[in-house]
């Protein structure tokens, strides 16, 4: 493993917190793969702003498990050396309960968290010969205390937290740690949309005083990936400024 080049995957991984993970992990040392599923020319943008660093980007949809598996097989499986896995792809599609689509439902569960539990399951299956492992998922801290007009994001990011607690008493006796970081109110584009009263009233509730950032999040799920995190798993570490439940 020493001699190996240590490679994360990282899916969702050209814009916000995602683009900040990718970017920390490279610094960092990793080879890093990421995921993407439209919008290319950001994916060769952050490749080239990364460059020299070993950085690639694929076109995988989180919600088609057998274009994930596809993925598995030809890029990573007797490829790499898999040494992390952060489940960050997701989408939203908020509506009231009673307004609510199913469609709109079904899709934020296939790619939030259908989506991140066949990237787990295809990293553990590597993970578990090599004896060693770390996964990190990025949850919520509305899968925590939930969010009028998310009803189906909260319930995939609640889902991803059991996953987690589920995957890493299973994985724990090969050496995988599985973790997950709920993040709060994050200055990130999907927040930016919010008008100025909203995201100034959520402001108001962090006891910190700010909203986070994008490298908030990618500080904490490094460290969650390093060596100095080896004897922590099943755990969900909250990055929400003191805004608890």
């Given amino acids: 493993m020493n001699d190996t080049p240590r490679t994360a995957l990282v899916t969702g991984g050209t814009r916000g917190i995602g683009r900040a993970i990718v970017t920390t992990l490279a610094q960092r040392g990793y080879q890093v793969y990421f995921t993407y599923v439209s919008r290319p020319e950001l994916a060769e943008e952050l490749c080239a702003f990364l460059a020299p660093a070993p950085v690639r980007g694929f076109r995988v949809d989180a919600g088609d498990p057998a274009a994930i598996a596809q993925f598995f097989a030809t890029e990573i499986k007797d490829k790499v050396f898999l040494a992390a896995l952060v489940n960050n792809a997701g989408i939203t599609r908020d509506a009231l309960i009673a307004r609510m689509k199913l469609a709109a439902w079904e899709e934020v569960l296939r790619i939030n968290l259908t989506g991140a539990f066949v990237f787990l399951q295809e990293a553990a299956k590597i993970m578990m010969r090599q004896r060693y492992g770390r996964i990190v998922s990025i949850a919520s801290v509305v899968g925590q205390m939930g969010n009028p007009g998310q009803a189906n994001y909260c319930a995939a990011k ?23 970081v709920a993040p709060g109110f994050i200055d990130t584009d999907m927040t930016s949309t919010l008008a100025q009263e909203v995201r100034e009233a959520y402001q108001t509730r962090i006891p910190l005083g700010r909203l986070g950032s994008a490298d908030d999040v990618a500080q904490a799920v490094a460290f969650l990936l390093s060596d100095a995190a080896a004897y922590i798993t099943g755990h969900v570490l909250s990055i929400n400024g003191g805004m608890y439940l």
């Fill in 158 to 180: 609640a889902g991803l937290i059991g996953l987690t607690k589920a995957a890493a008493l299973e994985l724990a006796p090969r050496g995988i740690t599985v973790n997950a």
